[in-house]
C-alpha cells in the first residue's frame, strides 16, 4: 500500500482540487474522459485507504456519475465503440462495488 495522504489533503484544494478533478471528467458527457476519471477513481478506491473511500463515497455528486456510467445502456452501430464504452461501464460498476453500492442496474431490473 502506498501513501495517499496527498489525495486526501487534495481532496477540494487547490481549484476543487482531486474532487473537481474527478466531477470535470466525469460529468464532461465524453467517453475518453469518462474513461479516464472512471479509472482514475478505480485507481483510488483500490488503494484500501479508508479516509480516501469515505471521501469518495460522501461525494453524492460524484457517486451520481458513477451510477449514472454504471447504468448506461451501450447502443451503438460501431462495434469499436460498444467496447470501449463496455470498459467504462464495467469500471463504473466496479467503483460501485468497491463503494459498497453493487451494481445499481440490478435493483432497476429486478
Not at 476519471?37 to 469515505?54: A, N, P, R, V, Y
Not at 453524492?60 to 452501430?77: C, F, G, L, P
Amino acid at each position: 500500500m502506498g501513501d495517499y495522504s496527498i489525495f486526501i489533503h487534495n481532496w477540494t484544494e487547490p481549484s476543487d482540487g482531486i474532487h473537481g478533478y474527478l466531477s470535470r471528467f466525469l460529468e464532461s458527457g465524453d467517453a475518453t474522459f469518462q474513461h479516464i476519471g472512471i479509472w482514475t477513481l478505480l485507481q483510488l478506491l483500490e488503494s484500501e485507504d479508508k479516509k480516501l473511500i469515505g471521501l469518495v463515497g460522501k461525494s453524492d455528486d460524484i457517486v451520481d456519475m458513477i451510477k449514472q456510467i454504471a447504468n448506461r445502456q451501450i447502443e451503438s452501430d460501431n462495434e469499436l465503440e460498444d467496447d470501449d464504452e463496455g470498459e467504462v461501464v464495467n469500471l463504473a460498476q466496479r467503483c460501485l462495488e468497491l463503494l459498497g453500492q453493487g451494481i445499481a442496474k440490478s435493483h432497476i431490473e429486478g
